[in-house]
Structure formats: structure tokens, C-alpha cells
């Protein structure tokens, strides 16, 4: 097998670990948790109870509307019990369309990834070791994975004030940081090609 064969085996297996990666992300997002929302200047003051998780915000309730979103652009850092700290930055344009494309980048200690999944092509590209690769073959698999993700974190950021940052502690105690958090960014299409 040449070299170049034996490279795309090797990123593709990188991949597949990534992608289970991504599915514990995906866990992370979407477990129930404690959510604390931290705003900049640190203080709480109104304290909601909806079915078991506490959101907890500091403007007198009022809220951003995330839900109603077209494009969203916002940090995230999951920072597991047990494991290595993984970092994403999610872009999101045509939110609620079927025409919805995210770019995430994701960053750990040791290495470096660019998921994107556009939804209005149905084609996915993985940037890995200086190249593109298209797995567009595997698209459902991965709008599955990530789609579920975005609609975590969205779901999380709904009582966000508008200020500051977003964390919560899931069940099994690892903690989850969304922040840099910008409402309806103008992001241009460019950035869902590869």
C-alpha cells in the first residue's frame, strides 16, 4: 500500500475516533445538568426551576432570543471529570431552515479539526492534517451528530441574558462552558465551504 493509501486509512480512523468524540459532546449538551448562568459581573437574581435543571439569570428574567436565531456564533468548552478538556467554536447560519449550515472548529491538546456540515448541499468536509476531505457519503451520520449537538447547546443558551457566559455541570460532573456567544452574526457563506 502506498503512502498516500495508508495516509487516508489513518485519517479516516482518526475520524471515527473523533466522531465518538463529538458523540460524548453531544452527551455533554443535551444531559440535564445544572445550569449556573454566569454573567460578567457574577450576579444571580432570578432563579428559575424548569424540570430539574436551575437556570439562573441576572437582568430581572429577561432573556436573548436564542431560539429565534438565524445565525449564531458561540464558544464552547467541555471540561470532562476524567478526560482532556476539548474546545469548539460553533458557527451557525439559517438556523430553524433546512438549509442550516454549521462550521465547528474543534480544538484539544493535541490536535485540531474543522467539521462542516452544510445542510443546504448535504455534503460534510473534515479538515485533518493540512487537507480537506470530503465525507459527504456520510452525511446523515454526521448532521446527526452534530445537528443534535447545536440543538443542545441552543436549548442550554435559551435563558441566557445576554451577558457574559453560560455554564452548567452535567450529571456525571463535568462542566460545560459556552461563551464569546454573538446572536444573528453576519457569517458569510464562504465559511460553510471548504
Do not use: C
Amino acid at each position: 500500500m502506498d503512502k498516500k493509501g495508508m495516509s487516508k486509512i489513518v485519517i479516516v480512523v482518526i475520524i471515527v475516533a473523533i466522531l465518538a468524540v463529538s458523540s460524548i459532546a453531544v452527551y455533554l449538551a443535551m444531559s440535564g445538568g445544572t445550569d449556573e448562568g454566569v454573567n460578567g459581573d457574577g450576579d444571580t437574581t432570578d432563579t428559575t426551576d424548569n424540570g430539574g435543571t436551575t437556570d439562573t439569570t441576572d437582568n430581572g428574567g429577561t432573556t436573548v432570543d436564542v431560539g429565534g436565531a438565524s445565525s449564531l456564533q458561540f464558544k464552547v468548552n467541555v471540561d470532562p471529570a476524567d478526560a482532556e478538556s476539548m474546545e469548539y467554536t460553533y458557527m451557525v447560519k439559517n438556523a430553524g431552515t433546512s438549509s442550516l449550515m454549521m462550521r465547528i472548529e474543534m480544538q484539544s491538546a493535541d490536535e485540531s479539526f474543522i467539521y462542516i456540515i452544510n445542510g443546504a448541499q448535504e455534503k460534510v468536509w473534515i479538515y485533518s492534517g493540512d487537507e480537506w476531505i470530503d465525507f459527504s457519503d456520510a452525511y446523515p451520520t454526521y448532521w446527526d451528530t452534530w445537528n443534535s449537538a447545536w440543538q443542545g447547546y441552543q436549548s442550554s443558551l435559551l435563558d441566557w441574558t445576554g451577558a457574559g457566559d453560560w455554564t452548567y455541570t452535567t450529571p456525571n460532573g463535568d462542566s460545560v462552558r459556552i461563551y464569546d456567544i454573538t446572536i444573528n452574526p453576519s457569517l458569510a457563506d464562504s465559511l460553510f465551504q471548504h
